[in-house]
């Protein structure tokens, strides 16, 4: 699929449970420099900010692929779909996002055979709404609403993978029309949300949707399709999704690179991502990056701990990372996890999901 019509390739894919805002990376903790907003960064996974300072960066960190493959989407001007929703939600609301990829998640350059996810997307008890597609090319497309339960495209991948981002809509019991006992006997009864392809067809409960993060392979050539969910409550703080490539590197100090997007939880584009990961002297493994807007502004300063994980389940991805991003006057504004995925080969690229959450001010 082209990448200059990319979202956020989303979703967070697999990974344990809720996370604290602070806590993750104690051991790191150190004095900060007395001033490192202008500092050289030089990369140091010793230093407690990695080295980055705070400084403001080019658009993209002036890198030509973040630019193309995890720029702002422009992929839903194609699609005039009259349910897709470029505005924030209204927070006087619970909401429940479902983000889901399908395709190759590691991006095979070596696959050359197409395969077909034409499918829908339905609920039971409630509604469906479609905000984004996700890196859809011409000849990809929602069909037209023919019901407000369900959600249907056309799709078709090779190396790269599609997705859709929907927001979920549990059916109040004051908007059903009662008509005897049976109508009457549905009111209150949870979501159930079933995705339907030709490779995969699953059906999700609303237990099972208030944190889900699962990525289902479906054959051996890389294909597989991956579930995030957000429930956000009235009240609660702003949070997010963050995706893109996870890469081992040679001949450098620290063991591999990251670099992708910071979307918002209906998948506002909010900027770049990009980062460093590696071992430190205290044989620690640790990650450090910065955020920056669409603009270049800073944003904030990533740092966490990666690893491998018993808790993952088997062939949906390799390892971990779970850390907390301070802002310009170095407080911890929030956190972020999620589970990377290696290249297939040596020296190819393989990707990360996540989620971040705001640290709001009590």
């Known amino acids: 699929m082209p990448r200059t019509r990319t979202l956020f390739s989303i979703a967070l894919v697999a990974i344990v449970a809720v996370w604290g805002v602070v806590g993750c990376d104690s051991s790191m903790d150190a004095d900060a420099p007395a001033d490192i907003s202008s500092r050289t960064q030089t990369i140091n996974l010793d230093d407690p900010y990695g080295g980055y300072n705070t400084a403001d960066e080019r658009p993209g960190f002036g890198d030509p692929y973040l630019l193309e493959n995890y720029g702002a989407d422009q992929a839903n001007l194609a699609f005039a779909a009259a349910d897709l929703d470029t505005t924030r939600i209204d927070r006087r609301r619970p909401h429940r996002f479902l983000m889901i990829t399908w395709g190759n998640l590691r991006a095979d350059s070596t696959i050359d055979?197409?395969?077909d996810w034409s499918g829908s997307l339905c609920v039971e008890n409630g509604a469906v709404r479609a905000l984004r597609t996700i890196r859809f090319e011409r000849g990809d497309y929602l069909l037209p609403r023919t019901s407000r339960t369900c959600v249907e495209w056309v799709s078709h991948t090779k190396p790269s993978f599609d997705g859709i981002l929907v927001s979920l809509h549990r059916s109040p019991c004051d908007s059903l029309?009662?008509?005897?006992?049976?109508v009457d006997s549905l009111c209150g009864?949870?979501?159930?949300?079933?995705?339907?392809t030709g490779p995969l067809t699953i059906t999700f409960t609303q237990d099972e949707l208030r944190n889900l993060h699962r990525v289902i392979p479906v054959d051996d050539a890389g294909n597989a399709v991956a579930f995030n969910t957000l429930v956000l409550k009235p009240g609660d703080c702003p949070q997010g999704f963050l995706a893109g490539q996870w890469k081992d590197v040679e001949g450098e100090r620290y063991e591999g690179v990251f670099r992708g997007q910071w979307v918002s939880e209906n998948g506002l584009h909010e900027g770049f991502l990009r980062?460093?990961?590696?071992?430190?002297?205290?044989?620690?493994?640790?990650?450090?990056g910065k955020w920056i807007n669409q603009a270049g502004t800073f944003r904030g300063i990533v740092?966490?701990?990666?690893?491998r994980g018993p808790d993952l389940r088997e062939g949906?991805?390799?390892?971990?990372f779970n850390g907390v991003w301070f802002?310009?006057?170095?407080?911890?504004g929030g956190n972020l996890r999620g589970v990377w995925g290696q290249g297939e080969r040596k020296g190819e690229?393989?990707?990360?999901?996540g989620a971040w959450a705001q640290r709001c001010l009590q």
């Open 113 to 115: 055979a197409s395969t």
């Open 177 to 182: 029309v009662s008509v005897g006992a049976v």
């Open 189 to 196: 009864e949870p979501l159930a949300v079933t995705f339907k």
């Open 275 to 288: 980062g460093v990961y590696g071992v430190n002297r205290r044989g620690e493994h640790v990650f450090f």
């Open 303 to 307: 740092r966490g701990r990666y690893g």
């Open 316 to 320: 949906e991805a390799d390892g971990w």
């Open 327 to 332: 802002n310009r006057r170095l407080l911890v």
């Open 349 to 353: 690229a393989g990707f990360f999901r």
